[in-house]
């Protein structure tokens, strides 16, 4: 199972951590991806990152800004959030996903199985 957490209430420019904590098997077997999803769109990528840690990528629009990074011993994957701007307002989600092979990451939202319970960030202006 996994849950996400950290979302709130954050001002433009500001910083935010969310959390993705699994609980089950080891999650160094598992790549992790990040999306969101704001109400009446489709959900989007935002950012993997690999089984080992070493490889992430990231959308465009968050490029250089938000910073995936995981503690495998603590079973737990972060995706940091700088920059923060209004349009990243939405509801985070994070999604795990495992028969892969170290280095790989997944952008594809449809080749995750498992998923977590959102996290609302909001952003004000």
């Known amino acids: 199972q996994l849950q996400a957490s950290g979302g709130g209430l954050v001002q433009a420019g500001g910083s935010l951590r969310l959390s993705c904590a699994a609980s089950?098997?080891?999650?160094?077997?598992?790549?992790v991806g990040w999306f969101r999803q704001a109400p009446g769109k489709e959900r989007e990528f935002v950012a993997t990152?690999?089984?080992?840690?070493?490889?992430?990528s990231y959308a465009d629009s968050v490029k250089g800004r938000f910073t995936a990074s995981r503690d495998n011993a603590k079973n737990t994957v972060h995706l940091q959030m700088n920059k923060l701007k209004p349009d990243d307002t939405t509801v985070y989600f994070c999604?795990?996903?495992?028969?892969?092979?170290?280095?790989?990451?997944?952008?594809?939202?449809?080749?995750?199985?498992?998923w977590g319970q959102g996290t609302k960030v909001t952003v004000s202006s």
């Open positions: 990152i690999s089984r080992g840690g070493r490889t992430t």
């Open positions: 999604a795990a996903q495992d028969r892969t092979v170290m280095g790989q990451t997944i952008r594809d939202q449809n080749r995750y199985e498992n």
């Open positions: 089950g098997g080891p999650f160094s077997n598992y790549v």
